[in-house]
């Protein structure tokens, strides 16, 4: 059995006028997000602090999490300080 790619492998399971959009969909890049524990932190602090650190967020449609556009720290945002609980 031949190895094929997985976005070969979707293609024969889509009708092909999906295909493209479909692939176009798929290499977009996710958002980052971070999601604000309420019990350790305001959303308002929360978004005063990392403000002023020069993050840059926005809202999503859940009221406790943000997309961020602008992290400043040469840590990833899932080993930032801020992270680790």
């Known amino acids: 059995m031949s190895k094929i790619s997985y976005l070969d492998h979707v293609a024969t399971l889509l009708p092909p006028e999906e295909v493209a959009t479909f692939q176009a969909c798929y290499q977009q890049r996710l958002p980052k997000t971070i999601k604000v524990m309420r019990s350790k ?16 967020l926005e809202p999503t449609t859940n009221s406790d999490c943000f997309h961020v556009h602008t992290f400043t720290d040469s840590a990833t945002l899932g080993q930032h300080f801020l992270h680790q609980g």
């Open 41 to 56: 932190i305001a959303i308002d602090d929360f978004v005063q602090l990392v403000t002023d650190m020069g993050w840059k």
